[in-house]
């Protein structure tokens, strides 16, 4: 049978590292009869943060998907959960979360705000549409203010933040809250974990406050609803807790406003409430757009609505490697039905894979289904080829849903297996981690030989490390973490580049006429256009010329870096009837592209963080002067309870242990948040001497090499 889409939430839990995610999720598992005892991050025993990794960091590394029901009116609701890591480093994890999510809780911490990660995490989910609510955590904490984090809300992410609730005290005082739609005041029982509470009377010293945030519900309401507007012109009393419920769901799904609710998880006070708020404000399946895609045949655009009568379709949005089942798929399905054991097409291999089996999921426990319909989340076992992003679909309705963008990685190391026997199993260890996470990436240096592994970060690399040395017994020496430069294209040059090779018998022959200059910013790789008319050179050789010149573009002319983005412009050429084939215009087209691109002016490009710096007022002269020796611009200087918080954008490879140095200026009270802003030109000075040592090192690695 058929299940109600309308009493199904997928919803993901995001924010900064350290607000409480994980500890508000166990709570959630708590509350739903899934565990039968709470989890705590700092003890190592939270059920969503299963790796080893993680529960000796007291930090979510991987996102666990997990799934409970919560009886709302009298009716039981399926929530499927995904818990996301915080930190900057796991961003992916988010990412594509939020590529298959249909609604979000966004938790802050009472005291600490809007912080960086907040900010990341919802100019995401801005990207994937994703219609979410607010939850203020830490609620018991010293220091703690509601209002103040509604107004960051509204300054620094520009979201019409709407209080559902008012806390009763805060910090120790903290005991319950005061809710603005049904007018009552709840307080949590502590005897029970919070699992009772009662209603009080509210307090005669908040109902001013009361009275006041509630007609600010109204008035914002009515910005957007004719309804209650009339009745708010004309007769306030009159509108009734449903329709403003309504009113509220309809406006959150069109993420015209952000309802927040407050609490505090760690002492089992607002979760419920939460809950609640899950089920009365985020949207169903059957509440988001249809999913858009283009048929592979035909390459026509194709809707698919949430439901099992529709042609299957699913989009694979992680890849994990449990050691008792294999590879587990993840994938959340917008259209149709399938069954364990029955076939699906890949529309990027183009291969028919049967479906072992499916699994729903309680962070790293399977629990076996015999079957997944439209709107639901699972993971499968079965497929021999499959990569994040790829689309499952019946093979008679092919379609080809949006894939997941993904950032560059940053920051890469130097591995060498210790023993030598182990360099098969490095290399299987290193696919299987790259085949999990999109961000992680292996490369091969062209001149040493060396294997290098990139990505997002120091703390990334040092897990994915640890994952090796733990998961597939490979013990590595790494060298010094290097940071991912690019070079680019400053100028526009005209190239010809004649390739001509002749040997007894049957020669080579390629000439290209091409222009070359920089590409679009922000759009990355070649761009290739062929204006080539009267067919001087065939039309089958012109791939080749674009396959060689895309080729070349992972080793610049400068230093080896990958160049991020050029424009190609065939103009001319010609071809030999005997000597030329596709093997001499795809070398054709390297030899040009690597001559033009030393004439088209090469600069390196390096990765520019965000970085943001708490610490006490008395130090703040030496943490600017520091900064400043580090190339960094101050942006932003402001106040946040007694810290003072500078934000700044310092290159990424000035920054190396710099945790240390800002422990030492700041006698250990001074904390620093950084993440990936975007790629900007190295200083001339600076590029010689960065070119200078890698050449060198080249050079050095050839005399080892010949030795």
Known sequence: ????????????????????????????????????????????????????????????????????????????????????????????????????????????????????????????????????????????????????????????????????????????????????ISNKAIVWDDRNYGVTYQEIPIPYEMKKIVKEYQEKIIESLSEYDDKIMEKFLYDNSSISEEEIINSLHRNTIEMKLIPVLCGSSFKNKGVQAMLDAVCRYLPSPLEVKDIVGINPINQKIERRKPSEKEPFSALAFKIASDPFVGRLAFFRVYSGKIDSGSYSLNTRSGNKERISRIYQMHANKQNPICRIGAGDIAAVVGFKDIKTGDTLCDEKFPILLENISFPDPVIGLAIEPK???????????????????????????????????????????????????????????????????????????EHREIYKKQTGGRGKYADVLFRLEPGNIGKPGLEFINKIRGGNVPKEYIPSIEKGCKDMMKNGPLSGYEIDSAKITILDGSYH???????????????????????????????????????????????????????????????????????????????????????????????????????????????????????????????????
């Open 419 to 493: 023993l030598k026997s182990d360099i098969d199993k490095m290399s299987l260890a290193l696919s299987k981690l790259m085949e999990e996470d999109p961000t992680f990436q292996v490369r091969t240096d062209n001149y040493t030989g060396q294997t290098i592994i990139s990505g997002m970060g120091e703390l990334h690399l040092e897990i994915i490390l640890d994952r090796m040395k733990r998961e597939f017994q490979v013990e590595v020496n790494q060298g010094k973490p290097q940071v991912e430069y690019k070079e680019a294209l400053t100028n526009l040059v």
């Open 1 to 180: 049978m058929e299940r109600d889409l309308r009493f199904m939430r997928n919803i993901g839990i995001a924010a900064h590292i350290d607000a409480g995610k994980t500890t508000t999720t166990e709570r959630i598992l708590f509350y739903t009869g899934i565990n039968h005892k709470m989890g705590e991050v700092h003890d190592g025993a939270a059920t969503m943060d299963w790796m080893l990794q993680e529960q000796e960091r007291g930090i979510t590394i991987t996102s666990a998907a997990t799934c409970c029901e919560w009886n709302y009116n009298n009716i039981k609701y399926q929530i499927n959960i995904i818990d996301t890591p915080g930190h900057v480093d796991f961003t992916v994890e988010v990412e594509r979360s939020l590529r298959v999510l249909d609604g979000m809780v966004v938790l802050f911490s009472a005291v600490d705000g809007v912080e960086p990660q907040s900010e990341t995490v919802w100019r995401q989910a801005d990207k994937y549409n994703v219609p979410r609510i607010a939850f203020v955590n830490k609620m018991d904490r010293q220091g703690a203010d509601f209002f103040d984090v509604c107004l960051q809300m509204k300054k620094m992410l520009g979201a019409n933040s709407i209080p559902l609730q008012i806390p009763i005290g805060n910090g120790d005082n903290f005991i319950g809250v005061v809710d603005l």
């Open 577 to 707: 009837p005997v000597d030329s084939d596709q093997l001499s215009f795809e070398i054709a087209g390297k030899l040009g592209f690597k001559e033009a691109a030393k004439k088209a002016n090469p600069i390196l490009l390096e990765p520019i963080m965000k970085l943001e710096v708490m610490i006490p007022e008395e130090n703040m002269g030496d943490v600017i002067g520091d900064l400043n020796r580090r190339r960094g611009i101050i942006q932003n200087m402001k106040n946040r309870n007694t810290i003072k918080v500078i934000q700044a954008l310092v290159p990424l490879s000035e920054m190396f242990g710099y945790v240390t140095i800002l422990r030492t200026l700041s006698s250990g009270r001074g904390t620093s948040i950084m993440e990936f802003s975007h790629y900007d030109a190295v200083p001339k000075n600076i590029m010689d001497n960065i070119i200078g040592v890698n050449s060198s090192n080249k050079i050095d690695n050839k005399k080892v090499k010949k030795q």
